[in-house]
């Protein structure tokens, strides 16, 4: 599969999320600890906010490891919200367009799972797109078009709303064309305010999520580590595995769960798929 992390807070340098880490997604690139797949070298993105109304990116179909130009920019570049994915290609061509995050606007959009049996449902899933968006689909991914589908479905009214009736729909697609397990996700999406991240699978064995702790309350635990001082309170991560060892940094994110991060909190909310009213066969 594949493995991300999302960070919202004050700004801080690309390179002490990408590179400084214990686990650093840099690493995890080549020894992911908690994935399907150790090795995740198939092309990776970030997408950042800065002073503009629309996210920046950065897609290459370089390994993670061996991007020097991405190196380059993470030690000049800081933001105060950011997504990072590095992919684990199943089946989809290794090309810029594949790679996450995939953006509309202000929204960006990553994905770590798959869609079962994509090849055979995906004509169904692609005809329920809006036709206004349809246009701005430009790879080749489920993971996109999963995307495109909770547009459909209000993403930019109701993010939490738009996923459960875009999973919904999904698998009742899948059933009928007999897909045991439709869905396998940790989905992130932000508005460059908000972050909301997703834990679900048809068959209840998600892969993995984890939510970083409150940073004040990990200062008073370890006074003494540096690192804890350089973060500012407001620091939230969400993450596919644990960035470091520090005990009690990071809680694992329940199954089924949504997790909301804004202005420095994180609100858990349970997760479940619904079906759309309006069914396309």
């Not at 700004?11 to 080549?30: A, C, H, M």
């Not at 629309?54 to 991007?67: E, N, T």
């Not at 994110?253 to 396309?280: D, K, M, N, R, Y």
Request: aromatic share 10%.
């Amino acid at each position: 599969m594949c493995r991300w992390l999302a960070y919202s807070g004050s700004p801080v340098s690309l390179n002490d999320l990408l590179y400084k880490p214990e686990n650093s997604l840099v690493v995890q690139g080549k020894h992911a600890q908690l994935g399907a797949e150790t090795t995740n070298g198939d092309g990776f993105g970030i997408g950042w906010y800065g002073s503009l109304p629309i996210p920046g990116m950065y897609h290459s179909i370089q390994p993670v490891w061996h991007d020097r130009n991405l190196h380059e920019l993470s030690v000049q570049a800081k933001a105060g919200l950011v997504f990072a994915h590095i992919r684990a290609a199943i089946g989809s061509p290794v090309q810029e367009t594949n790679c996450h995050p995939f953006r509309h606007g202000r929204w960006l959009w990553m994905h770590n799972g798959y869609l079962g049996d994509f090849l055979r449902v995906k004509r169904s899933l692609v005809l329920a797109v809006d036709p206004s968006l349809y246009p701005e689909i430009e790879g080749s991914t489920d993971s996109e078009i999963f995307f495109y589908l909770a547009l459909t479905f209000g993403l930019e009214e109701d993010p939490p709303s738009a996923v459960a009736r875009a999973v919904g729909f999904i698998e009742h697609i899948g059933r009928q064309h007999d897909v045991e397990q439709p869905v396998q996700m940790t989905v992130a999406t932000t508005d460059g305010s908000t972050t909301w991240a997703f834990r679900y699978s048809s068959d209840q064995r998600s892969r993995s999520l984890f939510r970083s702790t409150d940073i004040s309350t990990l200062r008073h635990q370890y006074p003494d580590n540096p690192v804890l001082h350089e973060l500012c309170d407001d620091a939230r991560l969400v993450v596919s595995e644990p960035l470091g060892s520090l005990r009690g940094a990071w809680h694992e994110v329940p199954e089924s769960t949504c997790v909301v991060i804004h202005q420095g909190s994180a609100q858990l909310c349970p997760f479940s798929p619904t079906a759309p009213q309006v069914l396309v066969g």
